[in-house]
């Protein structure tokens, strides 16, 4: 039975007078079974510098207990969804909130509501000061701007705390109608600070009315002050969960057959809940060969595999539409879209894995596919014929899988496309192709409805990205980028083949630059250098196509000749608005594992996994969203699953 702890109920398990109480410098109550406390008997605990209330029950803290002497709140594994009660308890220095139900967002906001917290979830390496300076800097000149502009004037002197009040949330009705900065995993840190800004503003208003406004630390903003990322010399990248491997499947074998260590797997991606979009599910689809599989990450087992004779497969991508059902009622649903060597687009039903839909796009090879952010049956193909053919694929019709397509647009690109991706605030495709170049074109959706020639001409880039090539460069074949992946709505990780390194680069900053080249009338056709957020240190190798993942939380993946996982978590970079002028060191390198394999008969058929005669490429990586599984794809017919470690699961810290 679930237990409220009273002041009578906390003398009664420790034993101690109200006096005694007073003095304890330590409290343990974990495991108590513990669904509420009373604020009086937290109250009382005046002099308390530890508290250990983990493995409860609790759905909140008393908001109104106040005990500045506390530094250390254990409050793990309950049921926690709101963490402003930290307020109350300004001198933590340490604080675990993992195994609650709580946003990405909680951790930054019980970091800035802590001002001395040094660790947080046992970790020490903590980015969360300079991420909050970041949102102060960028939502504060925005928010004056619109005070200036709608509410300035109706901000008398004396006007009451319940005036105030109604401003005040006026204010922020205002603000939230604005589509102001921000990255969407930290929506609910964002909205915090609004709101925490906005009494900023309503306050030095009353105070002052002057053009500045002072927030913690004495800093100063001005209206729409331009804000540089500050250079820093000495970043770290945050730690990332530790990932063992679990399972080895061999499943893209030429006529099913455990000794194919030939067929080469080229790409995976893990399947979108069809309800939350941003979410994923423990399956993923791979392809290679003439195979594309889905497999299940918990079970570590294939579930369907389609096969296409005489095909390769290449890429594949997921989208999700809305189906009638043949009840009547409408239904979110997963498709499949996957294509290769023939230049062939295939449509796949994934859950009845029939293919409804199949049509030549390209004289050469399918690269990758790229699915619009805002219409999900607009496809972009990029193939090694210098072209991206975009496509309305439309919705197929229950319970014949009928559907009319329509090609769009035919974008020529400046050279074979290697990887396709969209920047979702802006609506731009940028295309990785040869000699260090990246072409981009801008498909908004008001673009699709009204600008569409059914791909009669070749419409040319609206201009062309450059990546600054290391020394020793010299051959077209050295410049490939061979990886294009976003990390966040605005910043870009690519890679050139044999470089060594990855570049993180804003997509905002290089299209400014662009708009100010076509401003001084210097014509559209210079391709604009990116200027480097971040170079992070890879692997010194000559292979080719080994492609980069990314995923929301800001954990950026590549693999290597060695069978090696580089994983780095770029949130100082993505979240955090810095910029480093040194290579940073990844965050951890996943070996591949030691390998031991039943004998059977005569001998193991995959006997190639252990002998590793030849180099073991991973060709591709996928993350699902929970951060708990990584799958890896190589050169021999291998996928390796990787799972968060279990004592990360316990402690939540399967996203960085």
């Given at each position: 039975m679930a237990l409220t702890v009273t002041l009578d109920v906390l003398l009664k398990k420790t034993d101690l007078t109200i006096a005694k109480l007073r003095a304890i410098n330590t409290l343990s109550l974990k495991n108590e079974n513990i669904a509420e406390i009373a604020p009086e008997a937290l109250q009382e605990l005046s002099s308390l510098r530890e508290l250990d209330l983990s493995g409860n029950q609790l759905a909140a803290f008393p908001a109104e207990v106040h005990l500045d002497n506390l530094r250390t709140l254990n409050i793990g594994d309950n049921n926690?969804?709101?963490?402003?009660?930290?307020?109350?308890?300004?001198?933590?220095?340490?604080?675990?909130?993992?195994?609650?139900?709580?946003?990405?967002?909680?951790?930054?906001?019980?970091?800035?509501?802590?001002?001395?917290?040094?660790?947080?979830?046992?970790?020490?390496?903590?980015?969360?000061?300079?991420?909050?300076?970041?949102?102060?800097?960028?939502?504060?000149?925005?928010?004056?701007a619109i005070w200036e502009r709608e509410f300035s004037a109706s901000c008398k002197a004396g006007m009451t705390a319940m005036q105030l009040a109604a401003l005040t949330a006026a204010f922020v009705d205002a603000i939230d109608a604005e589509k102001l900065y921000g990255h969407r995993l930290l929506g609910k840190f964002k909205k915090y600070k609004i709101e925490t800004l906005a009494k900023t503003v309503v306050?030095?208003?009353?105070?002052?009315?002057?053009?500045?406004?002072?927030?913690?630390?004495?800093?100063?903003?001005?209206?729409?002050?331009?804000?540089?990322?500050?250079?820093?010399?000495?970043?770290?990248?945050?730690?990332v969960p530790l990932y063992e491997a679990q399972r080895l499947l061999r499943c893209h074998s030429k006529s099913d057959s455990a000794t194919d260590h030939r067929s080469q797997v080229w790409r995976c991606a893990f399947e979108p809940n069809p309800?939350?979009?941003?979410?994923?599910?423990?399956?993923?689809?791979?392809?290679?060969?003439?195979?594309?599989?889905?497999?299940?990450?918990?079970?570590?087992?294939?579930?369907?595999?389609?096969?296409?004779?005489?095909?390769?497969?290449?890429?594949?991508?997921?989208?999700?539409?809305?189906?009638?059902?043949?009840?009547?009622?409408?239904?979110?649903?997963?498709?499949?879209?996957?294509?290769?060597?023939?230049?062939i687009v295939y449509?796949?039903?994934?859950?009845?894995?029939?293919c409804y839909g199949k049509w030549t796009t390209a004289k050469l090879a399918i690269s990758s596919f790229a699915v619009h952010p805002d219409s999900p049956t607009v496809v972009c193909c990029g193939s090694a014929d210098h072209v991206v053919t975009v496509w309305d694929i439309g919705v197929p019709r229950?319970?014949?899988?009928?559907?009319?397509?329509?090609?769009?647009?035919?974008?020529?690109?400046?050279?074979?496309?290697?990887?396709?991706?969209?920047?979702?605030?802006?609506?731009?495709?940028?295309?990785?192709?040869?000699?260090?170049?990246?072409?981009?074109?801008?498909?908004?959706?008001?673009?699709?409805?009204?600008?569409?020639?059914?791909?009669?001409?070749?419409?040319?880039?609206?201009?062309?990205?450059?990546?600054?090539?290391?020394?020793?460069?010299?051959?077209d074949d050295d410049c490939l980028v061979d990886g294009l992946a976003?990390?966040?709505?605005?910043?870009?990780?690519?890679?050139?083949?044999?470089?060594?390194?990855?570049?993180?680069?804003?997509?905002?900053?290089?299209?400014?630059?662009?708009?100010d080249?076509?401003?001084?009338?210097?014509?559209?056709?210079?391709?604009?250098?990116?200027?480097?957020?971040?170079?992070?240190?890879?692997?010194?190798?000559?292979?080719v196509y080994i492609s980069l993942t990314a995923s929301d939380c800001g954990l950026l993946a590549c693999g290597d000749d060695q069978g090696r996982l580089w994983l780095y978590n770029t949130t100082p970079i993505t979240l955090g608005g810095l910029r480093s002028s040194e290579m940073l060191s990844p965050s951890a390198i996943v070996a591949w594992p030691d390998v031991q394999l039943e004998k059977r008969g005569k001998g193991s058929l995959m006997q190639d996994v252990i002998e590793r005669k030849d180099e073991l490429v991973v060709n591709t990586i996928a993350m699902d969203t929970s951060g708990?599984?990584?799958?890896?794809?190589?050169?021999?017919?291998?996928?390796?699953?990787?799972?968060?470690?279990?004592?990360?699961?316990t402690r939540g810290n399967a996203t960085p």
């Open positions: 926690i969804t709101d963490v402003t009660f930290l307020r109350n308890l300004p001198n933590i220095v340490e604080l675990v909130l993992a195994g609650n139900p709580l946003e990405f967002s909680d951790r930054y906001i019980a970091a800035s509501l802590l001002p001395k917290l040094r660790t947080l979830d046992n970790s020490e390496n903590l980015q969360f000061d300079e991420i909050g300076r970041r949102y102060d800097s960028m939502l504060l000149p925005e928010l004056q306050a030095n208003a009353q105070n002052d009315r002057g053009a500045k406004v002072r927030v913690a630390g004495g800093q100063q903003f001005r209206r729409r002050a331009a804000k540089r990322r500050k250079i820093y010399e000495n970043i770290t990248l945050p730690a309800d939350e979009p941003d979410v994923t599910f423990s399956t993923v689809a791979t392809c290679g060969g003439s195979t594309i599989c889905i497999v299940d990450c918990e079970s570590a087992t294939v579930m369907k595999r389609f096969v296409q004779p005489n095909e390769e497969f290449y890429s594949l991508a997921w989208t999700t539409v809305t189906l009638e059902m043949r009840s009547g009622r409408w239904c979110n649903t997963n498709l499949l879209i996957a294509g290769g060597k023939r230049g449509l796949i039903e994934p859950d009845n894995l029939v229950l319970p014949d899988y009928e559907h009319q397509r329509r090609k769009l647009y035919a974008l020529k690109a400046s050279d074979e496309v290697i990887h396709l991706a969209f920047v979702p605030d802006t609506g731009h495709l940028l295309a990785a192709c040869e000699r260090g170049i990246c072409s981009v074109w801008r498909i908004s959706a008001l673009d699709l409805k009204a600008d569409v020639d059914g791909g009669q001409t070749q419409r040319s880039s609206d201009f062309e990205i450059h990546l600054p090539l290391s020394e020793g460069v010299q051959t976003m990390l966040s709505d605005d910043i870009v990780a690519s890679k050139i083949c044999k470089q060594g390194f990855i570049y993180l680069w804003s997509f905002r900053d290089t299209l400014a630059r662009h708009r080249w076509l401003t001084e009338g210097l014509g559209g056709s210079e391709a604009i250098e990116i200027t480097p957020l971040a170079k992070l240190e890879w692997s010194q190798n000559d292979e708990k599984f990584i799958v890896a794809g190589t050169n021999n017919n291998l996928l390796c699953i990787y799972r968060v470690a279990e004592d990360c699961l």
